[in-house]
């Protein structure tokens, strides 16, 4: 029996590869005692469920999943509550297989259109043959006046050690447990260390299982993203946004509506050179045709930093006048994995009032990377260096007010800051 079990073993192994076990680690959310293999890590069942918008946020919500090759079709299965039922509603998924650096997967993504608005379904993913877990999504109400949503800056990690990703694990995991109601989540660039490695996205996918699946994540690109040789391709395939950005920078910059926020994603990484021109005109006609009453934008590289010997003066100049111009309200980044809030600022001069200015805000990190050499400046209202604990953000937007709590991976908080449009003043009060 025991020269059995050996030979098992060396099959298994044959087939498979090497093996590095993720172990667990005591935060909430689902057990990470999965396995990062020689191969892609994808088998017939499926994995990676993901939401994202790529239409309406009220009546659309669109599902990618991944599979090994041996699948053929895939089908999401939905109907409206808490369970599926015989009569269920069915859409097909297009299938696009991807070559990584760990060998080729199939990736499936289903559009659910004619969805009924502020309302919670049930959805699963398979292919008639095999089925998935059973998840669920809440649709956005038609013109919500509240609403939150969540923030996180760099996730990045190290694939090393019994828990990969486990500190950013914990922070999502902690901060949807926190916050069950919010309507979605975004990633602010940097979400893996090395962005052409299926190693670190099966393990940046392990740590949001149970999150990602239940509402949307609408993510920016970050310069890590890049890394590995090539364009950013695994983030570009894997997570499918709205395509209205700019010729020759589609899935890499977009726009959406939700409730009375207008909300821009940009890459940081093409505000210069030769593709300065076309983003930056792109910007400027987006900003300035909303109407919405606030514009919120996401970009990784923080146009305003605060790390020591980083200067951000190109894409400064790049960004800048056209979002202060077109009035937008906050610029969430990442990039520095510190926390730094400025003034409201207009060509570079801190304002008293937010009508006056932009305010840009550096989000910290939800991954294990610190800096030391990070340090408060001179248009900064507020900063902080998470040494001890990744943060999360929880964005709250009530009408004409709209807060900002800074929180520490534990739940205890850092910050809360409030812009009050109406009033025409923030929390931080008047420049000193």
Same mark, same amino acid.
């Given at each position: 029996?025991?020269?059995?079990?050996?030979?098992?073993?060396?099959?298994?192994?044959?087939?498979?590869?090497?093996?590095?076990?993720?172990?667990?680690?005591?935060?909430?959310?689902?057990?990470?005692?999965?396995?990062?293999?020689?191969?892609?890590?994808?088998?017939?069942?499926?994995?990676?469920?993901?939401?994202?918008w790529t239409g309406d946020p009220a009546t659309t919500m669109t599902v990618t999943w991944r599979t090994d090759t041996s699948l053929t079709s895939g089908t999401v299965v939905y109907t409206r509550g808490s369970s599926l039922s015989g009569r269920d509603t069915q859409a097909?998924?297009?299938?696009?297989?991807?070559?990584?650096?760990?060998?080729?997967?199939?990736?499936?993504?289903?559009?659910?259109?004619?969805?009924?608005?502020?309302?919670?379904?049930?959805?699963?993913?398979?292919?008639?043959?095999?089925?998935?877990?059973?998840?669920?999504?809440?649709?956005?109400?038609?013109?919500?006046?509240?609403?939150?949503?969540?923030?996180?800056?760099?996730?990045?990690?190290?694939?090393?050690?019994?828990?990969?990703?486990?500190?950013?694990?914990?922070?999502?995991?902690? /901060?949807? *447990? #926190?916050?069950?109601?919010?309507? &979605?989540?975004?990633?602010?660039?940097?979400? +893996?260390?090395? %962005?052409? !490695?299926?190693?670190?996205?099966?393990?940046?996918?392990?740590?949001?299982?149970?999150?990602?699946?239940?509402?949307?994540?609408?993510?920016?690109?970050?310069?890590?993203?890049?890394?590995?040789?090539?364009?950013?391709?695994?983030?570009?395939?894997?997570?499918?946004?709205?395509?209205?950005?700019?010729?020759?920078?589609?899935?890499?910059?977009?726009?959406?509506?939700?409730?009375?926020?207008?909300?821009?994603?940009?890459?940081?990484?093409?505000?210069?050179?030769?593709?300065?021109?076309?983003?930056?005109?792109?910007?400027?006609?987006?900003?300035? /045709?909303? *109407? #919405?009453?606030?514009?919120?934008? &996401?970009?990784?590289?923080?146009?305003?930093? +605060?790390?020591? %010997?980083? !200067?951000?003066?190109?894409?400064?100049?790049?960004?800048?006048?056209?979002?202060?111009?077109?009035?937008?309200?906050?610029?969430?980044?990442?990039?520095?994995?510190?926390?730094?809030?400025?003034?409201?600022?207009?060509?570079?001069?801190?304002?008293?009032?937010?009508?006056?200015?932009?305010?840009?805000?550096?989000?910290?990190?939800?991954?294990?990377?610190?800096?030391?050499?990070?340090?408060?400046?001179?248009?900064?209202?507020?900063?902080?260096?998470?040494?001890?604990?990744?943060?999360?953000?929880?964005?709250?937007?009530?009408?004409?007010?709209?807060?900002?709590?800074?929180?520490?991976?534990?739940?205890?908080?850092?910050?809360?800051?409030?812009?009050?449009?109406?009033?025409?003043?923030?929390?931080?009060?008047?420049?000193?």
């Open positions: 029996m025991k020269r059995k079990l050996v030979l098992a073993a060396l099959i298994l192994a044959a087939l498979f590869g090497t093996a590095i076990g993720f172990g667990q680690d005591s935060g909430p959310g689902p057990a990470t005692n999965s396995i990062v293999s020689a191969t892609t890590g994808a088998t017939e069942i499926q994995d990676h469920v993901t939401l994202t097909e998924a297009t299938a696009t297989d991807f070559d990584t650096d760990k060998g080729q997967f199939r990736l499936f993504t289903a559009t659910l259109t004619g969805l009924s608005p502020n309302t919670t379904y049930s959805y699963r993913v398979g292919n008639g043959d095999r089925w998935g877990e059973i998840h669920s999504f809440t649709t956005a109400a038609p013109k919500p006046r509240a609403f939150k949503f969540l923030v996180f800056g760099d996730s990045q990690s190290s694939t090393s050690g019994d828990a990969p990703y486990g500190q950013w694990r914990t922070t999502v995991q902690n /901060a949807y *447990k #926190a916050n069950p109601t919010a309507k &979605f989540m975004v990633n602010v660039g940097d979400l +893996v260390n090395t %962005g052409q !490695s299926a190693e670190h996205w099966n393990c940046w996918f392990a740590a949001t299982t149970g999150v990602i699946d239940s509402i949307p994540e609408m993510p920016v690109l970050g310069n890590h993203e890049y890394a590995g040789g090539g364009g950013p391709s695994y983030w570009v395939t894997q997570f499918p946004v709205p395509q209205n950005g700019p010729e020759g920078l589609k899935n890499r910059v977009y726009s959406y509506d939700y409730g009375r926020v207008h909300f821009v994603v940009l890459d940081s990484e093409k505000a210069k050179g030769d593709s300065l021109d076309p983003l930056q005109k792109w910007l400027d006609a987006d900003l300035s /045709a909303s *109407k #919405a009453t606030w514009k919120i934008v &996401f970009v990784h590289k923080a146009p305003w930093e +605060v790390k020591d %010997g980083r !200067s951000n003066e190109e894409l400064r100049a790049a960004l800048c006048p056209t979002l202060e111009k077109d009035r937008a309200d906050l610029v969430f980044s990442g990039h520095d994995h510190g926390i730094g809030r400025t003034w409201p600022l207009r060509d570079g001069a801190n304002m008293s009032k937010p009508s006056q200015g932009t305010i840009y805000f550096v989000t910290g990190r939800s991954g294990e990377k610190t800096y030391k050499n990070l340090s408060k400046r001179a248009w900064n209202s507020f900063f902080f260096n998470p040494l001890k604990q990744p943060d999360y953000l929880v964005v709250e937007v009530n009408d004409m007010k709209l807060t900002v709590r800074t929180m520490n991976q534990d739940g205890t908080p850092i910050d809360t800051f409030t812009i009050d449009k109406k009033a025409d003043t923030t929390s931080d009060g008047i420049v000193q």
